[in-house]
């Protein structure tokens, strides 16, 4: 809580008496290619260790950029990496005054009060459109999707100190998807509990979206989707043609050379000394929210990162009926610790809580995790571990670990209770080509992962809480669902100024979350049997050997390419995905034991190829 009315009290002092000189703390998107770039540059040294709690300023940016320029690294870097440096810092620098076509934005300042505080503003506008195609000749099956976006922003600077931003986009969208099948919330055959707060609920579950590759596509809009026929209702997908919005935000203080950072903000957000969207925490691929965040680093090998903020609802009954249950707020807190370029450990701490006035989990100095005890056992808590261990020049290796919940006893590893998720990947740095890596990771998401019981809160009456690590229906933490695992290759690099390109390969094994052999804790929606959790044969897991799975394989490469001299940027990405599906010979929902996988092929977990292509066009990109 002091660390929220030290926020507040910032700002109100640095509007009234900021310095002339004014620098941009709004914040950079994190689809922009400067975090690969940063990244890469950690990779060799270039730059002192950058924090783990992104997005970062403008400032902060430019501030990295220049120390990899200076002097000292004049001769670690070649012709072409410059320019892409000069080019980051360029577009990130202070506009000049007037009307800047190639960014499509109209800047202006002015000097007011006694001090000549300097106010800024910067208007524009922007554009993005996307095309995306499927074709599945197993199935006799053709997807198309679009989107086209209209964004407008307002951003500029209050003083030295002080930064803000908004933005608005309207979008019309078709995202093709299907339904293929119904799962258990629990499993089937589970018995409901008499006073209705443990209820098996039965879910109507979709395909990955068929126009794009699996696990990758982020949707756009905000709360609600609008059908051109029915304004004013509130849909959950797009299916056919359908508007909708979004909106973003923020209002961001910076003091001591960005040592002190403050921001009431509606962004996404990643958090982890891994690579940008390799979180099992925080990640990238999750919905914004609106939060009040601070981060203080008044060491160089120390920093703390603390954020709270009101999660939103995912609609799959209409805005009020779905919102009844899930009203959750966001807490979370990381510290940091790094040694020069060599090791980097982060340790965050984080919990889903019914909104409630509770000052223990708002407060950065105390732990969550040990919170809950004094207050009860209301909550979904959850705490992660990051190490990374870099030799710069060479590459850096990781691990990091997301425990939920679990008992320790000779049987942890088999107990669906043992609800963690794990990674561990290397990333490398190629010699000669410019800004070029390749990773190698691995990441296993146990079963109920990220999932949570529904459960009476003395602050809701008899109404059941959702309070699943989930926003708006989508995981805070890693983009893949309970009960997968994933082996990713990735190959990227900038061969020229202007140019992006990588190649991917991916390995995907998912547990079935519908169907005759649903495996159970596959879903997001997915809730542990409260009884006997540690006893019952069914609560048990043995990954591929307990029931269906879908394995995926995944090539792709894509592109992306700022046209020069004009303010348009092309992308595009293509490839294949090859999905099949095994399973066992007795039911996966009462042995509670391995039993030997074979290779199916039947209507309800059918093999298939399917030959997926996005491209799109972004005009004045940010």
């Known amino acids: 809580m002091k660390l929220k009315l030290f926020f507040i009290c910032s700002l109100i002092g640095a509007f009234s008496c900021a310095p002339v000189f004014s620098q941009t703390h709004t914040s950079v ?42 002097s000292d690294n004049a001769d670690k870097f070649n012709a072409v990496e410059r320019e892409i440096l000069e080019q980051y810092r360029d577009s990130f620098s202070k506009p000049k005054t007037g009307m800047d076509w190639r960014r499509g934005a109209w800047y202006n300042e002015t000097s007011v009060g006694k001090n000549d505080t300097l106010i800024s503003g910067n208007i524009g506008v922007g554009a993005n459109i996307e095309g995306s195609a499927g074709f599945y000749p197993s199935f006799g099956e053709q997807h198309l999707g679009a989107e086209i976006w209209l964004q407008a922003y307002l951003n500029g600077d209050i003083g030295r100190n002080v930064s ?42 979709y395909s990955e979206p068929l126009a794009h590759f699996p696990y990758s596509y982020k949707k756009r809009w905000d709360g609600s989707v609008f059908f051109l026929n029915d304004l004013g209702g509130y849909e959950s997908w797009p299916v056919s043609i359908a508007g909708g919005y979004n909106l973003l935000s923020e209002l961001t203080t910076s003091f001591l050379d960005n040592r002190l950072i403050l921001r009431l903000g509606r962004m996404p957000r990643d958090w982890g000394t891994g690579p940008l969207g390799s979180s099992l925490a925080f990640n990238q691929m999750a919905r914004p929210f609106l939060g009040i965040e601070g981060e203080f680093k008044p060491f160089p090998w ?37 040694y020069k370029n060599y090791v980097s450990v982060d340790i965050i701490d984080s919990v889903i809580w019914p909104k409630r006035f509770e000052l223990g989990y708002i407060a950065p100095t105390i732990s969550n995790f040990f919170y ?32 939920d919940e679990m008992k320790v006893d000779t049987n942890w590893w088999v107990l669906d209770r043992t609800m963690t998720a794990a990674q561990a990947g290397v990333n490398i740095q190629v010699p000669i080509l410019a800004f070029s890596s390749i990773r190698l990771s691995y990441t296993s998401i146990n079963p109920y992962c990220y999932t949570h019981n529904r459960n009476f809160n003395p602050w809701f009456g008899s109404l059941p809480m959702e309070t699943s690590y989930t926003n708006n229906g989508v995981s805070l933490g890693y983009y893949l669902p309970p009960n997968s695992d994933e082996l990713l290759f990735r190959f990227k690099t900038m061969p020229v100024k202007n140019l992006v390109t990588h190649l991917q ?32 044969q069914i609560l048990r897991r043995f990954f591929l050997h307990d029931g269906a799975y879908q394995w995926m ?30 399973n066992i010979d007795e039911n996966a929902n009462v042995t509670g034991a391995a039993h030997p996988y074979f290779p199916i092929n039947t209507v309800e977990y059918p093999k298939s190829a399917g030959y997926i292509l996005v491209i799109g066009v972004k005009v004045f990109p940010r």
């Open 29 to 70: 998107n994190l689809d922009n290619q400067v975090y690969h770039v940063l990244e890469q540059a950690e990779i060799r040294g270039l730059c002192s260790p950058l924090s783990g709690a992104r997005p970062y300023t403008q400032s902060v940016v430019i501030a990295a950029i220049n120390e990899i320029l200076s």
């Open 164 to 205: 803000y931003g908004f933005s608005a986009e309207g979008g019309l969208m078709k995202i093709p998807r299907k339904e293929i099948g119904n799962g258990n919330t629990y499993y089937y055959g589970f018995e409901d509990d008499p006073d209705g707060e443990f209820v098996n609920q039965i879910t109507t579950v």
């Open 302 to 338: 120390f920093g703390i990162t603390s954020l709270t903020g009101v999660l939103e609802y995912n609609n799959a009954d209409g805005i009020k009926v779905s919102s009844m249950s899930e009203q959750n707020v966001y807490s979370a807190t990381m510290l940091q610790f790094r």
């Open 372 to 403: 809950q005890n004094n207050v009860g056992d209301f909550d979904n808590m959850a705490m992660t571990l990051n190490l990374k261990l870099q030799y710069p020049g060479l590459g850096n290796i990781w691990f990091s670990l997301f425990l």
């Open 505 to 536: 390969y991916q390995l995907i094994h998912h547990g079935a979350d519908y169907g005759s052999s649903e495996v159970d804790g596959s879903s997001l929606l997915s809730e542990l049997d409260p009884d006997g959790r540690g006893s019952k």
């Open 553 to 582: 394989h995944i090539i792709k490469a894509g592109v992306e390419w700022n046209l020069p001299n004009l303010p348009v940027a092309l992308y595009g990405e293509a490839g294949v995905n090859y999905s099949y599906f095994t």
